[in-house]
């Protein structure tokens, strides 16, 4: 069964989280904190296996227990935190039909406040079974402001014997009236070596493509899944390269052409935030490679990056990284995605 030991290149955060378990102090709301495809909602469906395990459980919540019981839970799994071989608690919440333990994610671009009403009326009552409740609340940024303003009354008044999970890529993207009362866990990219082994073991990948798609990931697991799917597909290297020609190529472009090139992105919607995650590493390269050379991510064009970073600023440069950074906004909020592209062509076609 799946626990704490198949998150990989996460060790702070899973001592972390072992150590709070171990010294009876699980806080009501937690707020695991870093890029997409990580493991953090991994990471969270394992803690509430810990915390609901069979092969710990030696004593039982009664109906008058209060938020002691989450103490005398942690107090539980001092003796093992690893996830037992398969209990009914653990299968129930690896197959998601466990009652007790909640996942709330986004519904399109947003969570809404009808979803956060109803988990509300869900912890008005008591546990069915679990020890400790636990609700995973996926991509928390994605709240819209009346969703964070339903789960913050929540927040201030936790319901017994149940603790909040909360996923999101950084701080400035929440309320931070909620930020400031939640624990935090912070995850990093997966090192490199983690990653590359996890897509050559696991996934069967050709050790020459994992070595790039690795590079190109950016140390997250699920970034580097989408790019093996579609390297499956198609000659993902061969795309990339496609696609730093063009986009070296934007300035010399005439504007018909500019906007032809976004059209064509825009109809490849299973491909286009890998896309644009090219385009960012290339500007991205442009400047590092004038201070830290050895942290280019596309290492193998690196004369290529050497020739085109003398011909922008440094500003310029940083400028079209954040101009990238806010299609992929836009578009995760269901912009018009062609507009959302030609305007996004015309602004890095600027010198």
């Not at 972390?16 to 171990?22: A, E, H, N, P, Y």
């Not at 991509?139 to 819209?144: G, I, K, P, S």
């Not at 890529?169 to 983690?194: A, N």
């Not at 299973?270 to 490679?289: A, I, N, P, Q």
Request: glycine residues 4%; positive net charge; hydrophobic residues 45%.
């Amino acid at each position: 069964m799946p626990g704490f030991e198949s998150i990989l290149g996460q060790e702070k955060p899973i001592r972390l989280l072992k150590t709070l378990l171990r010294n009876e102090a699980i806080p009501h709301a937690l707020l695991f904190l870093g890029i997409a495809g990580v493991g953090k909602t991994t990471t969270a469906k394992a803690f509430a296996k810990a915390c609901n395990c069979a092969a710990v459980r030696n004593r039982h919540f009664s109906a008058k227990e209060d938020d002691a019981s989450i103490h005398g839970a942690a107090q539980d799994l001092t003796a093992k935190i690893e996830i037992c071989p398969g209990c009914k608690s653990c299968n129930k919440i690896e197959k998601g039909s466990h009652p007790d333990v909640i996942l709330v994610e986004p519904t399109g671009p947003f969570i809404r406040i009808n979803q956060i009403r109803n988990l509300c009326n869900i912890l008005a009552m008591k546990p069915y079974e679990a020890r400790l409740r636990v609700v995973i609340i996926k991509d928390a940024q994605a709240m819209n402001p009346a969703a964070g303003n339903a789960l913050l009354k929540v927040l201030e008044e936790p319901p017994d014997r149940t603790i909040l999970i909360l996923t999101a890529m950084q701080t400035s993207d929440l309320l931070p009236t909620i930020v400031s009362r939640c624990h935090h866990v912070r995850f990093s990219p997966i090192p490199g070596d983690h990653l590359k082994t996890m897509l050559v073991e696991k996934q069967g990948a050709d050790p020459r493509d994992a070595e790039v798609v690795t590079i190109m990931a950016n140390g997250s697991f699920s970034k580097a899944l989408s790019m093996m799917r579609h390297m499956k597909k198609a000659n993902w290297i061969k795309r990339r390269t496609w696609l730093i020609n063009k986009v070296a190529s934007l300035p010399l472009m005439p504007t018909p052409l500019c906007l032809a090139f976004a059209e064509n992105l825009s109809k490849d919607k299973e491909t286009l935030m890998d896309s644009l995650e090219v385009m960012k590493s290339w500007f991205r390269d442009l400047v590092v490679c004038r201070f830290y050379p050895a942290k280019v991510i596309n290492k193998d064009i690196i004369e290529q990056i050497h020739k085109n970073s003398k011909q922008m600023t440094v500003d310029s440069l940083l400028s079209k990284i954040e101009d990238i950074h806010l299609a992929q906004r836009n578009i995760q909020l269901n912009s018009n995605l062609r507009l959302t592209l030609e305007v996004l062509m015309m602004r890095l076609a600027r010198t």
